[in-house]
């Protein structure tokens, strides 16, 4: 069973990372392309994908970040984590991006390009096409 922080409706096409994501460090709040060389995903924009990671880390500016990058339609259309942290919880609600908790399972089981929907009103559970 998923844990839903943030509800919504989405259709969309995957975009995992293995790394956590510290929003206010890797992510430019401007066209959401991931800015840090040392991250999985660089150069890779988040926009209209499924971001799907392990967890947020950093500070709490990174809250800020996310509705930035919403703010200028650069952001993810939902975001899916192992672990929920304040950060991204506090970024998603304030951006209304949908975000699901999933289990360490369902994470290894999911892959970048495939593609996912939910209703999180309907069901908590995840739709793979």
Known sequence: MNKVLVSGRVEGIVLKSDDPI????????????????????????????????????????????????????????????QKADLTVATGCALANIPLIIISEEEFASIKTGMKLSFDTDSSNQIHYQ
């Open 22 to 81: 510290n929003f206010l460090g890797t992510v430019n709040k401007k066209t959401g392309i991931i800015s840090d060389k040392n991250h999985d995903l660089f150069e890779k924009p988040v926009k209209n994908t499924i971001l799907l990671f392990p967890s947020g880390i950093g500070s709490s500016v990174g809250a800020y970040t996310i509705y930035s990058i919403k703010s200028n339609d650069a952001a993810p259309l939902a975001m899916i984590c």
